[in-house]
């Protein structure tokens, strides 16, 4: 019994960190580090992860053993190809398994075992929260290129959010947070109450890893791709890479980082909301049997 | 559908990139999966009520996860695997270390 406690206290303190320190990215690149260090690594101790399909969810095996949540909950999941991306995430792992990357695995387990027993209403309100500090909001008044690299960068997806919601929000040009009316905060509220559990465990966090609700509202609604999310959420620093060079082992990583959070996080959004759907009709149809 | 070529370019990618994954010869399950769903979704992508772009955006945002991902460990194994020494981290940003002093050559020492 010993191995799996380990495993709990382990995985609680991971997700802690990540949820602690991820605002300030050196603290959280130098957490992560100490944590890896600190850690025993977790060798590879299988061959072949594969998917089962049990009472219309999917689970995972590992040779001959279900995997297991952080938990100690059964680790399922509502869709094929949710399981068969996870089977894969497992699949790519070689002699030392590097949990730290598996993202669409830890996001399933939070979704699992909801390990700060978070409900419905503190998830939406923690995504909302974002709303008021959105990065697209804060604006700078110079170098004046900049200005117009964000605006004409920024602009388009605070337009589509307008018109697509029927919501009002006026950025800030000075220190002061953006000004975002009762109403804009309530139409966002019962939107994003129309999803799932796990997709809103999914949305928490793509907004937590790029600043910003709006970025990823546009990319959840498929108007613009996860590139074009990362790019928007990261326009300062593109511009100063742009003036002082690019030094890969810093931009680079984070960049790639980025993408792998951002994208796990929307393929676990889109997956674990479309089956939900598919679900409700078929029920629908057996009362209409019945 | 978005243009057949971009598809058949997102198709292509995707399955290179499983190839990382999975070296073996015989297909895997997810590699199946991919080539049903394209087949599945090679005439219109609005089947089963599903958006124009719907079925493109989830497979674009699929492979750049598996690309972003591999690109990511490439460098970190490069960059990160193991703590640099004082002298390679110089090195990284151009500069060189002083000769350190040895009391050997030290004529004063003799």
Redesign the interface.
């Known amino acids: 019994m010993a191995a799996p406690m380990f495993f709990t206290v382990r995985s609680v303190l991971t997700v802690s960190l990540r949820y602690h320190t991820q605002s300030n990215v050196y603290g959280y690149h130098y957490n992560q580090?100490k944590c890896m260090s600190t850690y025993r690594e977790l060798k590879k101790f299988y061959k072949n992860a594969?998917?089962v399909t049990s009472e219309g969810w999917y689970e995972i095996n590992l040779d001959k053993r279900k995997l297991r949540t952080p938990g100690g909950n059964l680790f399922r999941v509502p869709n094929?190809?949710l399981a068969?991306?996870i089977?894969?995430e497992w699949?790519?792992q070689d002699k030392v398994i590097?949990r730290h990357?598996m993202h669409l695995t830890s996001l399933c387990n939070t979704a699992l075992d909801n390990p700060f027993h978070k409900t419905r209403d503190v998830l939406t309100d923690s995504i909302i929260h974002f709303l008021e500090t959105d990065t697209m909001c804060y604006r700078l008044t110079e170098p004046e290129d900049l200005v117009q690299f964000q605006s004409q960068n920024w602009d388009p997806v605070i337009n589509w959010a307008k018109d697509r919601y029927k919501i009002d929000i006026t950025p800030t040009y000075t220190i002061a947070p953006p000004d975002v009316p009762q109403h804009t905060k309530d139409t966002i509220r019962r939107h994003l109450l129309s999803y799932s559990d796990w997709a809103l465990f999914g949305y928490q966090f793509a907004v937590d890893s790029v600043k910003s609700l709006l970025i990823i509202m546009a990319l959840v609604d498929?108007f613009i791709?996860?590139?074009t999310a990362v790019h928007l959420s990261r326009l300062e620093q593109e511009y100063q890479v742009k003036k002082w060079g690019n030094v890969?082992?810093y931009h680079?990583?984070d960049e790639?980082?980025l993408?792998?959070r951002l994208?796990?996080a929307?393929?676990f959004i889109?997956w674990s909301s479309e089956n939900v759907s598919?679900k409700q009709k078929a029920s629908l149809a057996i009362q209409n049997i019945c | 559908m978005a243009a057949p070529s971009r598809s058949i370019s997102l198709y292509r990618n995707l399955l290179k990139e499983?190839k990382?994954?999975?070296k073996d010869k015989t297909e895997?399950?997810?590699q199946i999966?991919v080539k049903d769903q394209f087949r599945n979704f090679q005439v219109t992508t609005e089947k089963?009520c599903r958006?124009r772009?719907?079925v493109y955006?989830?497979g674009?945002?699929?492979l750049?996860?598996l690309q972003?991902?591999r690109?990511?460990?490439e460098?970190?194994a490069?960059?990160?695997s193991q703590e640099r020494s004082v002298e390679s981290s110089a090195n990284?940003v151009g500069l060189k270390l002083p000769k350190t002093y040895n009391p050997d050559s030290n004529p004063s020492n003799k």
């Open positions: 580090k594969s998917i094929e190809a068969l991306a089977a894969t699949n790519s590097k990357n498929k791709s996860v590139d890969e082992w680079d990583i790639y980082e993408k792998t994208a796990s929307i393929l889109h598919i | 499983l990382h994954v999975y895997s399950p997810a999966f089963v958006g772009n719907e955006h989830t674009e945002t699929y750049c996860l972003n991902l690109k990511y460990e460098l970190h490069q960059y990160h990284l």
